[in-house]
């Protein structure tokens, strides 16, 4: 019965993957999930959980695919570099060249060094820290 009930909703409510505003002017998404916090709405946590999680595999297969060494590379450095991708994109982090130069090299304390000479590092400079000690190892 849960199976037919889920296809009647998402049928009667259709797909929309980015927030939009339903016929009352409640913020929605998705199968018309409810996120307007005027009427209580809000994301549970295990979806996020799960989100989180989806998205975090999605831009390490991206980077890996646009960069095949970083496979090889310690996961102490895959992790940091999956945190940059998360907060700038598979592009933003493609843009440190000589960060990446750097790490494909094996010079970690310079990839470093290169990560912290940027924009990323002036913006957020609590994480660009924790990151690149990740990357230092």
Do not use: C
Not at 24 to 49: C, H, M, N, Q, S
Not at 76 to 105: I, K
């Amino acid at each position: 019965m849960i199976d037919e009930l889920i296809n009647d909703l998402k049928s009667d409510e259709g797909w929309e993957p980015s927030a939009y505003q339903d016929h009352l002017g409640f913020w929605t998404l998705g199968w018309g999930f409810l996120i307007d916090e005027r009427k209580g709405g809000e994301i549970p946590v295990e979806v996020a959980e799960l989100w989180l999680k989806i998205l975090i595999e999605d831009k390490l297969s991206e980077m890996y695919e646009r960069h095949p060494w970083i496979g090889s590379q310690p996961e102490d450095v895959q992790r940091a570099l999956g945190n940059m991708s998360y907060q700038m994109g598979v592009g933003g982090v493609s843009n440190f060249r000589n960060m990446l130069s750097a790490l494909q090299s094996g010079d970690r304390e310079l990839a470093a060094i290169e990560a912290l000479d940027s924009r990323w590092a002036v913006q957020t400079p609590e994480r660009a820290k924790r990151v690149t000690d990740l990357m230092r190892g």
